[in-house]
């Protein structure tokens, strides 16, 4: 027994890299402590997120509550390292491999937490506007130009704490980066093109455009491209440099849609009904819930017919129901002509023979 004991305190006092054996148990059990933990305290806390993510609570805390229910198991493992070896000795060498090691966990997961920060707050605003189509288009380039810089800085911080010139660096990079920049002037381009969709927002998510030839529904505004949904079917994909250099016509933010159309009426109607179409016209569009009344006037005496032309404007500018709507007028108009006696005119040429 005494010589058990004898070796195991023999084994205690060995010296492994600058500490004994019994220093390197407690800093192991020390750290374990700590990671296990931390851990432990993590899962208690992502379990009651839900508790804490309604609006009751502040901002502050409902973020802290995220972030914690996002953090990493290796900044655990960094912390508990980082506390484990308070106690030994290393060279300075090693002491410096450790704590650049335990600053690129912390750097990383300081990086992690940034980036959902963002998210957290770009989805708190998107919950306070509701159902916003231009905050939804932009979300995704915001948040993608955030943590591009957001990981740029802590890139810059991690490479200085190694020892790197960050002076000399961010010199060479400038001279190479005009290299880059040319040879990626394209996606650079679309880049700052999706910038410049998001902060000025000519269209959002679910706007019609026409854009030169092409025409359909914004279903997607990416980094490079902005990707359409046409009335056929297809989607048509375009870069967002080139749209910004086109000529677009945004169908989605029109309040009313104006519909212009002409009726072609027979020289033989009697001068009473002619007199009665205009109001006529104007009867039937003013009955419907949708739609505003512009003007109704005899325009042109044509070649073989009499040509009325009657403006008015949709309040509901969408596809179907604006088509629904000119489908009622035009029945109605079809109705009432037939009701009075009015006919329809359609190209005609009389042609006399002379003896």
């Known amino acids: ?26 800093a192991g059990a020390v750290s374990a402590a700590v990671w296990s933990g931390l851990s432990i305290l993590r899962r208690f806390i992502a379990s009651r997120y839900k508790r804490y993510s309604n609006g009751t609570h502040s901002t502050p805390i409902r973020l802290i509550v995220y972030l914690l229910g996002y953090t990493k198991q290796f900044l655990f493992l960094a912390i508990a390292i980082y506390v484990g070896q308070e ?6 060498k090693l002491q410096h491999i450790i704590s650049n090691s335990l600053l690129t966990l912390i750097l990383l997961q300081a990086g992690l937490w940034a980036g959902r920060s963002v998210r957290f707050y770009l989805e708190i605003k998107e919950m306070e506007r509701g159902p916003d189509r231009v905050f939804a288009g932009s979300l995704d380039i915001i948040n993608f130009v ?27 990079l400038g001279v190479g980066g005009v290299a880059v920049a040319l040879a990626l002037q394209n996606v650079l381009g679309d880049l700052f093109a999706s910038l410049s969709i998001a902060l000025d927002k000519p269209f959002v998510v679910g706007d019609s455009l026409n854009i030169d030839t092409y025409t359909g529904w914004v279903e997607h505004i990416g980094i490079k491209t902005t990707r359409l949904r046409s009335e056929s079917g297809e989607q048509i994909i375009l870069s ?14 029109m309040p009313e849609q104006r519909v212009l159309m002409t009726l072609r009426v027979t020289y033989t109607t009697p001068g009473e009904k002619l007199q009665a179409i205009p109001k006529l016209l104007e009867g039937i569009v003013r009955a419907q819930a949708n739609a505003r009344f512009d003007r109704c006037h005899l325009k042109t005496l044509g070649e073989s017919s009499l040509l009325f032309e ?26 009432d002509f037939q009701r009075l006696g009015i006919e329809f005119a359609y190209p005609t040429q009389r042609v006399v023979l002379e003896q």
């Open 146 to 172: 955030a943590r591009m810089l957001i990981w740029s800085i802590l890139i810059l911080v991690a490479l200085d704490n190694f020892g790197v010139n960050i002076t000399a660096l961010l010199a060479g």
């Open 240 to 253: 967002n440099a080139d749209i910004l250099r086109s000529r677009v016509r945004n169908y989605g933010r």
């Open 1 to 26: 027994m005494a010589d058990f004991l004898t070796h195991t305190l023999g084994l205690s006092e060995r010296i492994y890299y600058g500490n004994s054996l019994a220093d390197w148990l407690i």
């Open 87 to 92: 106690n030994l000795v290393f060279s300075p």
């Open 310 to 335: 009657l403006s008015y404007f949709v309040q509901q500018p969408k596809l179907n129901p604006l088509m629904d709507l000119q489908q009622v007028v035009n029945f109605q108009i079809i109705a």
